[in-house]
Structures are given as C-alpha cells and as structure tokens.
C-alpha cells in the first residue's frame, strides 16, 4: 500500500504476510545461521519442505488467505506454494507470480490536499508517540528511506549468491540478445 501525504511524504507498505519474507530465511541459511522457529516450519507439510508461517496467528492467516484470493486466484495464477523461487535455476522459466492492484482516488472521497495534510498529521502523531525501546517510532516507508539515503552513497550490498545470480542472468540475457 503507498498513500501520498502533504510534501510528497509517503506512506509506504511492502510486506510478506508470513512471520518473515522468504529472502531473509534463505540468507540465513546461506550464512549457515539459526533460523527461530517462529518463521518456519521444516519439512513437515504435505510437500515436504519448509513453510513460511503466518503473521499473527490465525488473524495473519486470513490476511494471507485474503492476498492469496486477490493476486493467485483471481487472476488465475499459481498458487503461492508452487511458485518457482526467485532464486532457482532455470532462471529462463517464468516464475508464475501473480499480482493485484487496486487504485482509490482519494478525490472521490474528499478534498485531496485535506487527505493528505490529515495522512501526515496522522503519521506525525504515531512518530511521536512514546518509542518502547531506546529507538524512535517509526512509521512505513521510514526504515526504508533511511535505506534509500544510505545506499544512495554506499551502493547495494551484494552477498556471494546473489552476485553469482545477477552475473548468471546477465550471461543469459546477453546471449539472448545476442541470438537475436
């Protein structure tokens, strides 16, 4: 989900609906590092491999279960269970991921410059509510801006997999424009 704000801030949601996106348990295990417990499930659903579990609980289920019906299902894709993983030869096969896309305009609503000074009003209130911790309180798109800002500088972090993989596709990619 991204909603605009007053001065282009926005409110930016891109997330798994399982405990943990699969990219960080595959790099753990790369790194050979514990995985918790809490974000899989090893080789004991009917396909025999590990599972994602669900974000909170049953109520994280049925959020699952709800993008599952609105990106797999309606459009006629795989299922999320069958997809090919990104990160598996061959990399020339299509990866079958389905999407859903769903547009509001908030003018149909209301004033749209009243809607977004209310968005940053409102995430200006959550940034400054007391932080648990010694941290601050962030809101979506926050951790990822900083992000943005520091690999701006610094360039993208590669690991030795994931360089090997880029550097796979771009062989491939270049041989296909190569063989016309």
Same mark, same amino acid.
């Given at each position: 989900?991204?909603?605009?704000?007053?001065?282009n801030e926005v409110f930016?949601?891109?997330?798994?609906?399982?405990?943990?996106?699969?990219? @960080?348990?595959?790099?753990?295990?790369?790194?050979?590092?514990?995985?918790?417990?809490?974000?899989?499930?090893?080789?004991?659903? =009917?396909?025999?491999?590990?599972?994602?579990?669900?974000?909170?609980? @049953?109520?994280?289920?049925?959020?699952?279960?709800?993008?599952?019906?609105?990106?797999?299902?309606?459009?006629?894709?795989? *299922?999320? @269970?069958v997809l090919k993983h990104?990160?598996?030869?061959? *990399?020339?096969?299509?990866?079958?991921?389905?999407?859903? *896309?769903?547009?509001?305009?908030?003018?149909?609503?209301?004033?749209?410059?009243?809607?977004?000074?209310?968005?940053?009003?409102?995430?200006?209130?959550?940034?400054?509510?007391?932080?648990?911790?010694?941290?601050?309180?962030?809101?979506?798109?926050?951790?990822?801006?900083?992000?943005? =800002?520091?690999?701006?500088?610094?360039?993208?972090?590669?690991?030795?997999?994931?360089?090997?993989?880029?550097?796979?596709?771009?062989?491939?990619?270049?041989?296909?424009?190569? =063989?016309?």
């Amino acid at each position: 989900m991204a909603v605009l704000g007053a001065d282009n801030e926005v409110f930016g949601v891109d997330f798994a609906t399982s405990q943990i996106a699969f990219s @960080h348990v595959r790099a753990r295990r790369e790194r050979g590092e514990f995985v918790p417990d809490d974000w899989v499930v090893d080789g004991s659903n =009917s396909h025999g491999v590990f599972a994602l579990k669900p974000l909170g609980g @049953h109520k994280g289920q049925c959020l699952g279960m709800m993008i599952e019906i609105l990106s797999s299902l309606l459009s006629g894709g795989a *299922f999320g @269970h069958v997809l090919k993983h990104l990160h598996t030869e061959p *990399f020339t096969e299509p990866r079958e991921i389905s999407h859903f *896309f769903l547009a509001l305009d908030p003018a149909a609503f209301g004033d749209v410059e009243t809607f977004r000074s209310r968005l940053t009003a409102y995430l200006a209130f959550i940034r400054n509510e007391p932080a648990v911790d010694s941290g601050s309180v962030m809101v979506p798109g926050d951790p990822e801006r900083a992000v943005f =800002s520091i690999r701006a500088q610094t360039g993208i972090p590669l690991s030795e997999p994931d360089r090997t993989c880029i550097q796979q596709l771009m062989r491939e990619e270049a041989a296909l424009i190569q =063989s016309g």
